[in-house]
């Protein structure tokens, strides 16, 4: 039996922030309703269609009644149930959980970067961890509220402080990096199936933090040279791209959802003893076998490497980092100045709350 619970449920990648969106717009009005998101939560969707999962608890402050008896109807295995917050709603959907997926918390607009969500996000975020460390230690957890690169190291303190921190199992989700190289390079080369190419990204989930090495893209595709900068900085801030265009109703929901899907499915098949699944994560590297190595380069001790997923979650942390090209490493000290700044400001928050 496998429990996954989406924590942030109604939202555009798990639908609309009650909170911070205004209420739907009258019939009629186009140019006001274009600006408000519509119901999606495609990743509850996705989860729903899994058949490794056999009981998914969809919690969130808004909506989950109602996001809950719609997937209840879509005849696939997965038994479905919605959690609010009264009654103690998010201990009830995280009971005994296998896998948690957060998605909770405010997206960006237009203007905005990642770091500018972290007042209100690093608080949502700590909160559902403390829930998770009570009534699941042992769950393998996902997080996808941003920044990335500050709500991992909060949850890393949040679960330490608790006794409960696995790092093999806290995972920073940074696939949707993964996908846009992907697709990008493989327009750029040429290629019919973006999914054939393996494109390596490591760093953070954020602007220069994310660094690309596409000298290790497999099968080998040689980018021009002219062409290099622009690719780098559309995989950094290819997010910009849905924000600037969804103009003020959101940042990435449904290219998310299946970024946080193809994630949440590779671990689910590992678990199950699937061998040889390999998908970069943003970990805590002195915990994961083969990271303290790594930690020692990058002297950061939360990054994203390629990760070898098995049954006890982050088998494995491969360094890619041997191979890389002088540009490549330009990349890589860009990243790291930024980095350790959000790594402190997360577990200084940790520490000390506002
Ligand atoms: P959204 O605003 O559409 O949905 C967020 C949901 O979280 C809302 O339904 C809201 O009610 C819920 N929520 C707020 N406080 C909560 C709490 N305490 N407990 C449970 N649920 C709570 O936002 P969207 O577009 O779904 O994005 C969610 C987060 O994912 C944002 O922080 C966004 O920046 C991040 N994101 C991360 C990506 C990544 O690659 N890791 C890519 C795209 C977005």
Known sequence: MVKAVVAGASGGIGQVCLILQPLPPPVGDAEQAANVPRDSQPLSLLLKLCPLVDELALYDV?????????????????K????????????????????????????????????????????????????AAEVAPKAFILVISNPVNSTV?????????KNVFN????????????????TFVAELAGKANPQELTVPVIGGHSGETIV???????????IPDDKYDALVNRVQFGGDEVVKAKNGAGSATLSMAYAGYRFAEKLLKAI????????????????????????????TDFFSVP??????????????LGDITDKEKTLLDACLKGLKGNIEKGVTFAHNPP
């Open 307 to 320: 990760i070898e997923l098995g049954p006890n979650g982050a088998e494995k942390a491969i360094d890619v």
């Open 167 to 182: 790092p093999q199992r806290l995972f920073g989700v940074t696939t949707l990096d993964i996908v846009r190289a992907e």
């Open 212 to 222: 690309p090495l596409f000298s290790q893209i497999k099968p080998s595709v040689t």
């Open 80 to 131: 479905v149930q919605g959690y609010l917050p009264a009654d103690d709603g998010a201990k009830a959907a995280f009971k005994d959980a296998d896998v948690i997926v957060i998605p909770a918390g405010i997206p960006r607009k237009p203007g905005m970067t990642r770091d500018d969500l972290f007042n209100i996000n690093a608080g949502i975020v700590k909160g559902l961890i403390e829930v």
């Open 62 to 78: 808004v909506n989950t009644p109602g996001v809950a008896a719609d997937l209840s109807h879509v005849s696939s295995n997965a």
């Open 153 to 161: 190291p909060i949850s890393a303190e949040v679960l330490k402080a």
């Open 272 to 299: 199950k003893g699937a061998k040889g699944l390999v998908e970069p994560s943003y970990v805590y590297l002195p915990g994961v076998p083969g990271g303290a190595e790594i930690a020692k380069k990058t002297g």
